[in-house]
């Protein structure tokens, strides 16, 4: 069972976003549908999916790269229910919590410990968000819940990761690869 999304969402400059696709066969959880188990990874450093129930890929136009009015996507467009919970991929320190109106709308930046990534969640729904700058959060954490905030037009995550530092020095890479490995990882009981 399928639900409709809603309208596609649009990002406004600056903040990548784009249209997002809904539920589809192929990729995703079906809304109505359990989510797929998450659990750690095994390995040397466990990561989580950033939405913890149903959700499906976006289109096109949702991936990273993806032409915009004057820039290019810099993260990936995750469709889910208004006020799914999103979860820390990994532990580490929040280090900034902001609100964007014409772009990312309700936003928040997770440094994760021990590795070079920086987790960039944004279009928060108002209100959801409960960490500030500087909080410690564990792996699996609640942080905010799926929105449609800013220079959105449809509830759904923009996801970006950054190497080096959000804005300080880094640069954006394709989250893609690794949120379908952790879309993927099995329950580990």
């Known amino acids: 069972m ?14 990548g976003g784009g249209t997002v696709a809904t539920p589809q066969s192929g990729g995703g959880t079906a809304f109505g549908q359990p989510a797929p188990k998450r659990a750690k990874r095994a390995g040397r450093s466990a990561h989580l999916f950033p939405i913890a129930g149903p959700f499906a890929w976006g289109g096109p136009d949702a991936a990273f790269g993806a032409k915009r009015k004057g820039h290019r996507h810099q993260g990936y467009d995750l469709a889910a229910a208004l006020g799914t919970p999103v979860v820390a991929p990994h532990g580490g320190v929040i280090e900034a919590v902001g609100y964007q109106a014409r772009g990312a709308g309700h936003y928040l930046v ?3 410990d021990r590795e070079t990534y920086d987790y960039v969640f944004m279009h928060l729904r108002s209100g959801s968000i409960g960490v500030r700058q500087d909080d410690r959060v564990g792996i699996g ?39 379908q490995q952790w879309a993927a990882s099995p329950a580990s009981g």
């Open 141 to 179: 954490q609640q942080l905010g819940e799926v929105g449609s905030t800013g220079g959105s037009s449809g509830a759904h995550l923009h996801f970006e990761i950054w190497v080096g530092g959000w804005f300080a020095g880094g640069e954006p890479v394709d989250p893609l690869p690794l949120l």
């Open 2 to 15: 399928t639900a409709a999304l809603g309208p596609s969402a649009t990002a406004a400059p600056g903040e």
């Open 110 to 112: 997770l440094d994760g």
